[in-house]
C-alpha cells in the first residue's frame, strides 16, 4: 500500500536525478497551425512521441502499437495483449498498479481498433512521471503469468465473443471488412464465437508476440496535457528499456480492395452494410478529401434538432420511418472504406437500401445544389477537427500517425485540404465508386432484406 506522501517525494527525487543526468531529448516541432492543438513530435533514443500541452489540470497519456487486428498473427492475439494491459509485471502485481492508480485518482486505459492497440491513462498533470513510468514497465515487464491468462484474460475473451453474437450492427461491419480486405483489415474487430481461440491462443504466445509488437519501431507515446520538454525527458528515461528490435517482424502488406456480398441470418436484429473504397488517414499516402465530404453529404441522421437534415440519406429516413442510417468513412494508414449502415425493420429497409443507392448515383451525375455541397464541406469539416480535437482519437490517430510515416495529425491541415474538395471531383468520387465492386452485408431476415444486385449494385 502506498500513500501520495511518499509517491510525491519519488517524483521530486526523479525530477532531480533527471535534470542533473538526463539530457533532454532533442525534438523536431511540427508546425503550429491552429495554437495548443498542434502537436509537438520528438524522438527519445529511439521513441517516437507527440504532446500537445493542452490548458486544463489533467493530462491523457497513451502508448500507441502497431498491433491491430490487422497485424495480429493468430487470431485473438490484439484482444488478449488488451486485456494483458496492467497485470503483473516484473516490478508490480496488478494489485498493486490498481492501487497505485486509485490512490492517484488515476484511469487506466485499454483498446484496440482494426490497426492500433491503444495502452494509457487519465490523471492529474502532477503525476505525469508516474505513469510515464508505469506504461514503459507495461510493454516492456509484464509477465503473461498463466494464472492470470486462465482467470482473467481468456474469460474476459469468451464474454465478449458471446457479447458480439447480439449485435448485428457489429457483425455487418466485421462481414463488410472481410469482403471488402480479406485479409489484414478483413480480421475481425472481435473474435467471432465460431473462432476456435484454444486452437491458437495461450500466455505463452501472447508474451512472445508482445515481444515484436512493443518494440521501439512499431510504438509511438503521445500526450494530451503535457508539456513536450517534460514529457520527452520522462519518455527517454522510462522508455529505455524498450526493445530496438525483434527477431521477428510484423507482417504489414499493401492493402487491396476486392468488395463482394455476405448474407448471415439472425433473428434479433436486421443490418445492411454497403460499403465502397474509401480514404486512407490523413497522414496515410491515399488521403482523399472529397471522400469526407462525400461522407456527409450522404449523411443520414440530422445534427440539428427538430430537421431532417440537408444530407441525401436524411431525407430517405425521413420517408421510412424504422430505419436508422448512418455514413461513415473508415481510415485506415494505407486503405479505407467509406460505408453506409442501415438498421430497423427489414421491410422498411429494402425500400430505402433502393433510395440509398439512387442517392449516391444522384451526387455522380450532379445532381446537388450548391447550398447543399457547401453544407455538406463545412460538415466534413467540422468532423474532422472535431475528431482531431477529441482527445482519444487525437491520440490514437497521431500515434498511428508517427509509426506509420513519422508525421502527427495536425487537425488544420486535415481542414485546409477537405476545404479544397470542388464540386467536380465530388461527382467524380461519387462516379467512380460505382463504377468499381460494391461490398454488401447483410444481416437479419434474410427472407426480406435485399441481394445487392436487387439494389442496382455490381459485387
Sequence with gaps: MISRIPLGRNVQLCLQKSSRSSPIPSRGLAAAASGSFSYETGDASGVKYASRDLPGATTTLAVVAKAGTRYQPLPGFTEGLEKFAFKSTNRRSALRITREAELLGGELISTHSRENLVIGAKFLKADLPYFVELLGEVISQTQYTLHEYAEEVYPTIRMAQKALLARTNDLAINSAHSLAFHRGLGAPLHPTSSTPLSKYLNANYLGQFS????????????????????????????????????????????????????????????????????????????????????????????????????????????????????????????????????????????????????????????????????????????RALETGQDVSAGIELTGAGLIHGGKAHQIDEVGKSIESVTESQLKNAAKTLLEGKATVSSVGDLYVLPYAEEIGLTV
Design 211 to 382: 515481444q515484436v509488437a512493443y518494440t521501439k519501431p512499431n510504438i509511438a507515446v503521445v500526450a494530451n496535457g503535457a508539456d513536450p520538454t517534460e514529457f520527452g525527458k520522462w519518455v527517454k528515461e522510462f522508455f529505455a528499456n524498450t526493445p530496438s528490435a525483434s527477431s521477428e517482424q510484423i507482417s504489414s502488406i499493401q492493402s487491396k480492395y476486392y468488395g463482394g456480398e455476405e448474407r448471415i441470418d439472425h433473428a434479433s436484429g436486421n443490418s445492411i452494410v454497403i460499403g465502397l473504397p474509401g480514404s486512407s488517414t490523413f497522414t496515410g499516402g491515399f488521403w482523399k478529401p472529397e471522400i469526407a465530404v462525400l461522407a456527409a453529404l450522404l449523411g443520414g441522421q440530422s445534427s440539428v434538432k427538430w430537421s431532417p437534415g440537408f444530407s441525401a440519406l436524411s431525407q430517405v429516413a425521413a420517408d421510412n420511418p424504422g430505419v436508422t442510417i448512418t455514413t461513415k468513412s473508415a481510415v485506415y494508414s494505407d486503405a479505407g472504406l467509406l460505408y453506409i449502415m442501415l438498421s430497423g425493420n427489414s421491410k422498411a429497409m429494402r425500400q430505402a437500401s433502393e433510395k440509398v443507392v439512387e442517392a449516391i448515383r444522384s451526387v455522380a451525375n450532379g445532381k446537388i445544389s450548391s447550398e447543399d455541397f457547401k453544407k455538406a464541406v463545412a460538415a466534413a469539416k467540422f
